[in-house]
């Protein structure tokens, strides 16, 4: 009888930052981000070259693995992320969006220099 105003501790809590970045997350997620480096490295090495499709085909290939690799593991952590923290869906698809549309730019600026 002494509280009258008792209330669940959690019931306003919102999640911490660190409570909604499960380790699965986080593992898929840094797997994505590594291949896409390993695209993105792979990729500059041919800017410029005059090379052979020849000798180009297998490096195409493993550039065009890397990056279906590093889409799907991106897909998957951002899915379980949702799922986990759905109010902060619009925030990381906003971030995604002007990465996207930074890399974009980026793409076409290095496309027309190297012509």
């Known amino acids: 009888m002494g509280n009258s105003s ?3 501790a959690g019931a306003n809590c ?16 840094l797997i994505g981000i ?4 390993s695209s993105f490295v792979s990729t ?3 800017l410029g070259s005059k090379d052979d499709w020849v000798h180009i ?6 550039i065009v693995f890397y990056t279906i690799v590093g ?9 379980l992320f949702y799922t986990q923290f ?3 869906s619009m925030y990381v698809s906003l971030i995604i969006s002007c990465v996207a549309l930074g890399l974009g730019y980026c793409a076409l600026a290095i496309a027309a220099i190297s012509r």
């Open 6 to 8: 008792s209330t669940t």
């Open 14 to 29: 919102k999640p911490s930052a660190m409570s909604i970045w499960s380790p699965g997350v986080i593992i898929i997620l």
């Open 34 to 37: 590594f291949t896409f480096i």
């Open 44 to 46: 500059s090495k041919f």
């Open 57 to 62: 085909q297998a490096q195409v290939t493993k």
């Open 71 to 79: 889409t799907v593991c991106f897909t998957i952590a951002m899915l």
């Open 86 to 88: 759905p109010e902060g």
